[in-house]
């Protein structure tokens, strides 16, 4: 057993979750430890790989043109000649696999570089060029195996049961898979389409496989269903397509096909928007022969969307793993730092890494409840495009090797018995904060158009918001001119334009004083008119801290506005100054998540009595 030296500077981060072994007793309680090391700070490459690259039996590690001697990765040799990256764009170098492609005995490196490139394995010149002590080292030998390979989560999988992998990609629009030529020597790659051109020709996000109907194939995963593999000419035939709607985004990275109910069929599991929020498990539903999925999100957007509260962006890497011994895959992800530069939300926040435990628990009616408990495994490494688990210093337990804009990472697993008041002040704990409402019920409403006084260019008597004093939480709200959009007018030509927040935030907007009169008993009709675009988000309105009806969904292909549209029947005390306020709590599966609001004018209308 090989033990991995660490320098002092490192910091341990503990985890806990309960020891499910059966060789423990019901009063054992594990700490799970994950300390960081950072191997490199250079940026080459969005992943790294891991595997015995000389020979001694020790785990090594892959990064860009470097392999690092494992047992303590301090010695470093070069693969290709070494040239950092420039984090402001991206590299050349996203995923790297070892394995011994040229059938020679020695571990060789696959490349797998900017989407829409070529691969290439790079040959392992053996252990007289590959020792410890970086005696003869030597560049390796480039082959390139495959002229094009597109998807952001291209995956070695054994894809046809033949028990070797295979590369699962995309290439020119088409989902599919390329077989390898296993050695002798390096020769090119095959790829199969299963499907016609459907998808994008270079990105795209998104993409797994697993046996989803049960049959003992391994179908095809994407953000809008999944192919079927037919039981002949797998290789040359187009597969089955079954739509489904398997992101609630455009989609993120592997995806997993799991049985996490444990109800004996494979569900789904993924992350949402790659470069923005959202990691979920789709259920599967059976009905006869009909397969469809129900959506059960792990963590969305807004603390609230998780049970403990952790919220973290650009999920660009998830892997599936049992980390600790339960029997039970968990999900590893992360943050993928500077994935989209600064144009991810949260784009400066910590590029954590995290694991999510999967924990069943049964009911007196023997139903099956499903929750994914969150342990920090690192505080800023973040993770690149992908995401390497294996047994670093054959300790039995899974180690974590990245790579991304923050150079290479190893993260070493250890387990710590502890007592129970230890394990207990370890565990998540339950979110309390702020909620967000529910967007089930949002519409797209629409009230009548504006009817204008040409002489004053505007609606008449209501309270224009771009006089109004209002508090954002986040971002900033302003006048604007609104007289270069032609698809519609507003009244005065400006509305009050609020940008730079997101989903969660509020916008407080203070009215002035109004006096009723005596037959309306101070009740009065709140209406207003917004803006509506295709940038612009769901909303909900609150007066005076009070839920006014239902969110409502301002997207629209064009620059126009929802009309004069009821929000609901307010009480106004005279002399006294109210409150509306608007929060952000979602958005329109087709709109751009940008999260704006605009707001034309408001209207207070009394009530008879």
Not at 52 to 77: L, M, S
Not at 217 to 223: C, Q, T
Not at 305 to 326: K, P, R, T
Not at 542 to 555: A, R, S, V
Request: hydrophobic share 35%; aromatic share 10%; glycine share 10%.
């Amino acid at each position: 057993m090989h033990r991995l030296l660490f320098r002092r500077h490192l910091i341990a981060i503990s985890i806990a979750v309960a020891a499910c072994c059966s060789s423990a007793s019901a009063d054992d309680h594990a700490l799970h430890e994950f300390t960081t090391e950072a191997i490199s700070d250079t940026y080459f490459s969005e992943g790294a790989g891991a595997g015995d690259i000389n020979g001694d039996r020790i785990i090594d590690v892959v990064y860009g043109p470097y392999w690092f001697a494992g047992p303590d990765f301090q010695a470093k040799h070069e693969i290709y000649p070494p040239k950092p990256q420039d984090r402001n764009g991206y590299a050349d170098h996203f995923f790297a696999w070892v394995d011994d492609f040229s059938g020679d005995g020695h571990q060789d490196v696959f490349v797998v570089g900017f989407p829409g490139t070529p691969a290439y394995v790079y040959e392992n010149p053996g252990p007289q060029h590959t020792s410890s002590d970086g005696a003869g080292d030597k560049h390796w030998e480039k082959h390139q195996v495959i002229d094009w390979v597109s998807n952001e989560s291209p995956q070695l999988v054994d894809m046809v049961g033949d028990e070797r992998v295979e590369l699962l990609c995309t290439r020119d629009g088409m989902f599919g898979f390329a077989t390898i030529e296993w050695g002798p020597g390096i020769q090119t790659w095959e790829f199969h389409p299963v499907s016609p051109q459907m998808t994008a020709t270079r990105f795209g996000h998104g993409l797994g496989a697993g046996d989803i109907n049960g049959d003992g194939l391994s179908d095809i995963l994407h953000p809008g269903g999944w192919f079927e593999q037919p039981a002949e000419n797998a290789l040359t035939s187009r597969w089955k397509h079954h739509p489904a709607k398997l992101t609630s985004s455009y989609g993120g990275a592997e995806m997993y096909a799991y049985d996490v109910d444990g109800d004996g069929d494979n569900d789904i599991i993924t992350s949402e928007a790659a470069h923005d929020f959202g990691l979920s498990w789709y259920e599967q539903i059976r009905d006869g022969e009909s397969i469809r999925f129900e959506r059960h999100p792990i963590m969305g957007s807004h603390p609230s969307d998780n049970a403990f509260g952790v919220l973290f962006s650009e999920l660009h890497s998830v892997a599936l793993v049992d980390i600790d011994g339960d029997g039970l895959k968990d999900i590893v992800t992360g943050k993928t730092y500077w994935s989209h530069h600064r144009q991810s939300p949260m784009w400066d926040a910590g590029a954590v890494v995290y694991w999510f435990k999967l924990q069943r628990k049964q009911d007196a009616g023997q139903q099956v409840a499903v929750e994914w408990l969150p342990y920090q495994a690192a505080a800023d490494p973040g993770i690149g495009r992908q995401i390497t688990i294996t047994d670093l210093n054959a300790d039995g337990q899974s180690d974590i090797v990245l790579g991304g804009m923050k150079g290479a990472h190893v993260l070493t697993h250890q387990v710590r018995q502890v007592n129970e008041s230890e394990w207990l002040a370890a565990q998540p704990k339950r979110y309390s904060g702020p909620t967000i409402p529910p967007i089930d019920n949002a519409k797209q409403t629409r009230g009548p158009k504006t009817k204008f006084d040409d002489a004053t260019n505007s609606a008449g008597d209501v309270i224009e918001a771009e006089t109004l004093a209002v508090e954002v939480t986040s971002g900033a709200a302003r006048p604007q001119a609104m007289n270069g959009f032609q698809g519609d007018r507003w009244s005065g030509d400006t509305q009050l334009f609020w940008s730079g927040a997101k989903r969660g935030d509020t916008m407080t907007i203070r009215l002035p004083k109004t006096k009723h009169d005596a037959e309306s008993d101070g009740k009065m009709e709140l209406a207003a008119v917004m803006t509506c675009a295709r940038d612009y988000g769901i909303v909900q309105f609150y007066f005076d801290g009070e839920k006014l009806g239902e969110p409502i969904d301002l997207f629209d292909a064009n620059v126009v506005t929802s009309g004069l549209v009821t929000l609901g029947t307010v009480e106004i005390e005279n002399d006294r100054p109210h409150t509306v306020t608007v929060q952000i709590v979602g958005a329109n599966p087709k709109a751009a998540k940008a999260w704006m609001f605009g707001l034309d004018y408001i209207k207070l209308t009394p009530t008879k009595k």
